[in-house]
Structures are given as C-alpha cells and as structure tokens.
C-alpha cells in the first residue's frame, strides 16, 4: 500500500511539472505562421543535384494565386525542369522588380536541401 502511495504521489508530481512547464512556454510572444502551398505532381522529380525523388514543389506566399492553375496544368503535363543554378535563379526570381505574371514556383530538396525554381522546358 505505501509502495502504491509513493508511485501516484511521484505521478502527481510529474504531472504538476508538466503543467508547470506548459504554462512556461506560452510566455512568448505568438508570431503569424505563413501558409506555403505546396503541390505533389504525382511522378519522380529528380534533384538535379543528387538525383533523389524526395522533392518538393512549393509556392511561395506571395505568389498570385490565379497563376498556381498554369503552372500545376505544365507540372502535371511534364513541361517543367528543376533548376539550381543561383545565377538563372536570381535572374529569374526577382520579387523587388517582379514583372507582371512572371512569378515561379520553388522546390526543394529533402535529402541534400538544394533548392531552386520550376522554369518552363
């Protein structure tokens, strides 16, 4: 019976810890979580870096929404190429100066974490 009473007396214990740790964490200030749609083209696409099929396609939350039917339409037709060259992805990711409709969409991939935009073939 005292062995029974030690063991709810240390669960309670435990339990109060729990709460007492709970109430600790939200003492920080909440932060606006950003949705990032992201879109499974339904075959292998290949990291051009090294060659895994563990990617992902994302868009990025500031792209025009009316422009994700076009490029989900060239993703499932097959008409896209994964590119990683920084040079081609700043030439052709540029929100500061972003022209109309040129938006692209980001992958990235989960096994060496290189990353880049979709660009039409």
Do not use: A, H
């Amino acid at each position: 019976m005292n062995c029974s009473r030690q063991g709810m007396r240390s669960f309670n214990e435990q339990k109060d810890r729990r709460e007492n740790k709970l109430e600790m964490t939200y003492d920080r200030p909440l932060r606006k979580k950003v949705m990032i749609t992201s879109i499974s083209p339904g075959y292998p696409m290949y990291c051009p870096k090294c060659n895994s099929t563990r990617v992902v396609i994302f868009y990025d939350p500031r792209f025009t929404p009316r422009l994700q039917n076009k490029w989900d339409k060239l993703i499932f037709e097959k008409r896209i190429i994964l590119e990683n060259r920084w040079e081609k992805i700043k030439k052709e990711n540029q929100w500061g100066t972003l022209e109309k409709d040129s938006e692209k969409p980001n992958w990235v991939c989960k096994d060496c974490f290189d990353g880049g935009v979709i660009l039409k073939k």
